[in-house]
């Protein structure tokens, strides 16, 4: 429970500083996308630049038995639909829970594509590209 509690806190609060960096908002989201202002780009570079520094503080004080996934032939597609959708609808997973939190209910069409599109993965994988993910299921 303690952590259950942990995680929610810190969740609250990561969505709370998306919230007031801009990420909930389409029209800076898709002046990011568009290069028309470079505020959140060089926020969302500054976060990749400080968890990459925090991985390798970890790597190197626990050294953890984690090993990074190779690339598969699904990762640059995927990578393409994701963007693409990021840029339609203006959230990604985290952003739809802080555009809803904001009050933007439209946001609600955005999760439920997001959770339609989880949902089909399985089933649309196994049918048809039958390639191994490196999912964290088949070790």
Not at 5 to 14: E, I
Not at 97 to 122: E, K, M, P, R, T
Request: a positive charge; one cysteine or more; aromatic letters at 14%.
């Amino acid at each position: 429970m303690k952590d259950t509690l942990g995680t929610a806190a810190v969740g609250l609060l990561f969505g709370f500083c998306l919230h007031r960096i801009g990420f909930g908002s389409w029209d800076e989201v898709h002046k990011m996308f568009t290069f028309a202002s470079l505020r959140l780009f060089l926020g969302f570079g500054a976060g990749v630049v400080i968890l990459t520094l925090g991985f390798a503080i970890i790597a190197k004080l626990q050294r953890p038995s984690w090993a990074p996934r190779p690339i598969h032939k699904g990762t640059v597609a995927g990578g393409i639909l994701f963007g693409i959708g990021w840029a339609l609808c203006g959230a990604c997973p985290s952003i739809a829970f802080v555009q809803l939190g904001d009050g933007q209910w439209l946001s609600a069409w955005s999760l439920a594509g997001i959770l339609l599109g989880n949902a089909l993965y399985a089933p649309i994988h196994t049918r048809f590209f039958r390639f191994d993910s490196g999912s964290c299921t088949s070790d």
